[in-house]
């Protein structure tokens, strides 16, 4: 507990002329799952794209530690080793299944570095050589194992994208936890949700926690925000505007104006029915 | 009634060939969205493999014809697989993230490169070959014509289906196969997820060029006789084959290399030999026309 897990330092991400994010830093403490809420437009996505290799940063380090204390700088390794080296996995705003393939391949691919540490080992899988049998037994048995957790076991053969949305939902997660990672980014994964799944996807990440499985969370519903988050960072126009525990954050008189608009704002976006005692309070 | 079953014969035979080199072409735009040119010069270089190999092999003084097919298909496949290899190395994954032509534009470079080579290091002239398995089984004789099924066209039909059978195993079963189609789906995913997908656009080379070359040790046993321009018609037919089956399915790919060699055979045995091509080529508008994804495609259904 002494290091955090996750520790971003001055990031800056520039297209161009806007700056979409700036001079950023935060902490992602290991075991506490993190939100990172704030406007549309706050720049959250492009955080989570810098952390998983999909944007190179203008500048500045984003750093995770292992429990064994390997530290690896994110912002310097290539997508994919970020998955399998740092084991970092993440799911996106809309739902990028591979919807030709079965329920069950989707969660096999994501053990692929498990099945096929090389190409001789995939090629010799062919003809049923180099233990490929064990290993695959043993991702089936794990993929299974995450189906009966969602309750998609007696959907494993179907085509991932005949699933209804909320089941793509948690398949896409189940996926991403298959890569065994030790840092999981979701973002948005309550978006379009109806309140009787949301609660049942609050209840998956509390679990996912409970199995020592670090999260860092992006959500505009404030109720699952709210309510499982141990630590909120609060951004706005790229840069952090609070950080803290919920009740903190739910308090800041800087995260109540970012999200009214205090006046001089463009465009207030207010995610939540504004309550008579302030914006945040539907999820007290 | 016999001559028809002789044609049959002739056009599966045509056909497996054609569904061989489709596979490829159908397995490489399914993954990188791309057409490649070259595919069919690696057809050739496979042919001219095989070529160099038999021929070593009886100078060696090897005398099992079987064995020596078999040290030749390894051998052809080997080699190709190297060609497949190095030329997504050098002549497409610099140009990845680029505009969608460029890729296309390479890759007809490359075919010229490979055609060119082929001619310079092997000379112009058609290049003969004896024919290695000789003899075959007469099904009927119907007043007086015979219907033979050569045991050339056996080991081609076998030989193609054997290795489409490996070749959909690998695909369908294989943490390989899995991650390949992964890969077509959804690259950036895919790359989420931990897989190498540089490394697997890669192996998709190599092994469609690997069955490329399979598919020119073939040709080079069924029609004796090979040069460096093969690989051009025999490309396009195969990629017509693809995209008449559906680019993007290997099923289709198959079924499409089929179809294209049946037509092409009926149409030289009954109408004339000079129009083939023309009959293909229009059955393929005729089919696109109805069925623009092709006898097996899969139209995107866009969710919203």
Redesign the interface.
Known sequence: MDSPLLQVTDLTMRFGGLTAVNALSFEARRGEITSVIGPNGAGKTTVFNCI???YRPTSGGIALTHPDGAVFQLQTL???R???RARV??T?QNI?L????TVL?NL???Q??A??PN?AS??L??FGLGG?GAA?VIAIDRARGWLDRINLLPRADDPA?ALPYGDQRRLEIA??MC?APVLLCLDEPAAGLNPRESDALAELLKTIQADGCSVLLIEHDMGVVMRISDHIVVLDHGQRISDGDPAHVRADPNVIAAYLGEGDEDDPDVPLAAASDGPLAAAS | MAYALQQLINGVTLGMIYGLIAVGYTMVYGIIGMINFAHGDVFMIGAFLSLISLTLLSVLGLSSVPLALALTLVFAAGIAALYGWTIERVAYRPLRGSFRLAPLISAIGMSIVLQNFAQVSQGARVKPIAPLIPGGIQLMNVEGFAVQLSWMQIVIVVTTLAVLGVFTYLVSATPLGRSMRACEQDQKMAGLLGIDTDKTISLTFVIGAALAAVAGLMFLLYYGVIDFFIGFVAGVKAFTAAVLGGIGSLPGAVLGGLAIGLIETFWSAYFSVQYKDVAAFSILVIVLIFLPTGLLGRTDVEKV
């Not at chain 1, 591979?98 to 393939?101: D, N, S, W």
């Open positions: 998983t290799g999909f290539p997508g994919h970020i998955a399998r996995a993440r996106f990028r591979f919807a030709g393939m391949e096999l691919v994501a692929h570095n099945l096929m190409v995939g090629l899988a062919v490929h695959e994208g996926r991403a890569t």
